[in-house]
């Protein structure tokens, strides 16, 4: 053993492989058209708040808000994939359709014909909601508060009706977190980057079997940009917004 200040010289040099748990074989490739969509931001969001912060289990109930939109098509699909009873809102009959008919959820409905949306909830949740992906909030956050199951799980992605308002709606019915145990969390994306490789583990080969299908609205030209943004919070888009400045 070397004492303080002594020099120390030594030519063995042993070098060790410290990276341990890489697969032998793996096929991580993306597709870059895919990196805006299932790949990139709008998927690895979904990854994020539905695996994440709601610790889904095969056969819970889960409710999505704006399921038509970027992230919310592609929360309902993983939860069809683990084996969720999985009911999705939009504003529209065409969202409906295309939530029912092409992301395969197991119902869905119109909220702007909902007058009552506690009786709505009720009517297709009628054992109580055990997993809310929030992307609304307001009166549609009130009416699931009354709704959830205990110990229920909501993850807070966004509130996209509560944006342009002067003042934004109250929230009544906070109460039910305290006496069933609901567990309420909003969450950024960036604070998961480090789970990307684990994401694409899960999503690659569902891309691949054709199991997760993405759905966006294009706008063509950058003049079309102005509306595209404004469509977002008058819930015109159906799917994922996008401008395509130029093709290629």
């Given at each position: 053993?070397?004492?303080?200040?002594?020099?120390?010289?030594?030519?063995?040099?042993?070098?060790?492989?410290?990276?341990?748990?890489?697969?032998?074989?793996?096929?991580?490739?993306?597709?870059?058209?895919?990196?805006?969509?299932?790949?990139?931001?709008?998927?690895?969001?979904?990854?994020?708040?539905?695996?994440?912060?709601?610790?889904?289990?095969?056969?819970?109930?889960?409710?999505?808000?704006?399921?038509?939109?970027?992230?919310?098509?592609?929360?309902?699909?993983?939860?069809?994939?683990?084996?969720?009873?999985?009911?999705?809102?939009?504003?529209?009959?065409?969202?409906?359709?295309?939530?029912?008919?092409?992301?395969?959820?197991?119902?869905?409905?119109?909220?702007?014909?909902?007058?009552?949306?506690?009786?709505?909830?009720?009517?297709?949740?009628?054992?109580?909601?055990?997993?809310?992906?929030?992307?609304?909030?307001?009166?549609?956050?009130?009416?699931?508060?009354?709704?959830?199951?205990?110990?229920?799980?909501i993850a807070v992605c966004g509130m996209i009706s509560q944006y342009n308002l002067d003042k934004p709606e109250g929230?009544?019915?906070?109460?039910?977190?305290?006496?069933?145990?609901?567990?309420?969390?909003?969450?950024?994306?960036?604070?998961?980057?480090?789970?990307?490789?684990?994401?694409?583990?899960?999503?690659l080969p569902y891309i691949k079997e054709g199991k997760i299908i993405y759905v966006e609205d294009i706008a063509e030209?950058?003049?079309?940009?102005?509306?595209?943004?404004?469509?977002?919070?008058?819930?015109?888009?159906?799917?994922?917004?996008?401008?395509?400045?130029?093709?290629?």
């Amino acid at each position: 053993m070397a004492s303080l200040g002594e020099e120390v010289m030594n030519k063995q040099v042993i070098l060790r492989d410290y990276v341990s748990g890489f697969p032998k074989e793996s096929d991580m490739s993306c597709d870059h058209h895919q990196y805006h969509k299932t790949e990139g931001m709008p998927g690895m969001t979904a990854y994020a708040g539905f695996y994440e912060v709601c610790s889904p289990k095969k056969g819970e109930y889960v409710f999505i808000s704006a399921a038509a939109g970027a992230v919310g098509q592609l929360v309902g699909q993983f939860a069809k994939l683990l084996g969720c009873y999985v009911v999705g809102s939009a504003g529209s009959k065409e969202k409906v359709d295309l939530l029912k008919n092409k992301f395969r959820f197991d119902d869905a409905f119109n909220y702007k014909e909902e007058p009552d949306l506690n009786a709505a909830l009720k009517r297709y949740f009628p054992e109580g909601i055990d997993i809310y992906f929030e992307n609304v909030g307001g009166k549609m956050l009130d009416a699931v508060l009354l709704n959830m199951r205990i110990g229920g799980r909501i993850a807070v992605c966004g509130m996209i009706s509560q944006y342009n308002l002067d003042k934004p709606e109250g929230v009544h019915n906070l109460i039910h977190l305290i006496v069933k145990w609901v567990c309420i969390e909003g969450f950024l994306v960036l604070d998961y980057d480090h789970l990307y490789p684990k994401f694409l583990e899960l999503v690659l080969p569902y891309i691949k079997e054709g199991k997760i299908i993405y759905v966006e609205d294009i706008a063509e030209g950058l003049e079309s940009g102005p509306a595209a943004l404004v469509g977002l919070f008058t819930g015109r888009n159906v799917g994922k917004q996008v401008v395509v400045v130029a093709r290629e």
